[in-house]
């Protein structure tokens, strides 16, 4: 089983830390977390994405649509 634990307090922290130790829970990543997923994600961003991959949305939506009955559709 795995937890995920956001604590802001660092002195909650070293508390459930401790007695994680005592109780013996094998503590796997004391990092923070939320900076290192900050860091990975501004990463994907900056890294960005070549339109030209998605194609035509226009065909796109009409091949998606062109199959369903819709009421007052004049096609």
Do not use: C
Request: overall charge positive; aromatic content about 6%.
């Amino acid at each position: 089983m795995k937890l995920t634990l956001d604590i802001e307090n660092e002195q909650d922290l070293f508390l459930i830390l401790s007695f994680a130790e005592r109780i013996g829970i094998k503590i796997l990543d004391k990092e923070d977390s939320s900076q290192k997923g900050l860091e990975y994600h501004k990463n994907i961003i900056a890294k960005g994405v070549k339109k030209s991959s998605f194609g035509n949305p226009m065909l796109w939506q009409k091949e998606t649509r062109k199959d369903r009955n819709l009421p007052m559709r004049v096609e």
